[in-house]
């Protein structure tokens, strides 16, 4: 399930299986699991602003669905800002894709 919009960011639809339901809508360009010790995994959307900026956007498990549990951090590229955690980011979708390392 996915709604698009024109700059890229679009309403993604999260899945539950066993059963099947939808636990919630988080919206984004880019989606980042985040490793959980317990339970459900957080989600970290990026949220496309212009070319070198955006918002970064948490959402957590509360009443049994996804909702949004921090305030929009902005990031821009050149205030290099991101979270320490960025940097170790892999992406899943292309499987030769190789991050370049930061200097």
């Not at 984004?28 to 918002?55: C, F, M, P, Q, W």
């Not at 959402?59 to 549990?69: C, D, K, N, S, V």
């Not at 921090?70 to 960025?86: E, G, I, M, Q």
Request: aromatic fraction near 12%; charge should be positive; include cysteine.
């Amino acid at each position: 399930m996915s709604r698009a919009g024109a700059t890229g960011n679009c309403s993604w639809g999260i899945f539950t299986t066993k059963p099947n339901r939808l636990v919630g809508i988080v919206d984004g360009e880019d989606i980042y699991v985040l490793k959980s010790k317990a339970g459900r995994s957080e989600i970290e959307t990026y949220i496309h602003n212009s070319a070198s900026d955006g918002y970064l956007r948490r959402y957590g498990i509360r009443e049994g669905r996804y909702r949004q549990i921090s305030r929009d951090h902005f990031v821009r590229a050149y205030l290099k800002n991101l979270p320490t955690w960025f940097d170790k980011v892999h992406l899943t979708c292309d499987p030769e894709y190789r991050p370049a390392k930061r200097k």
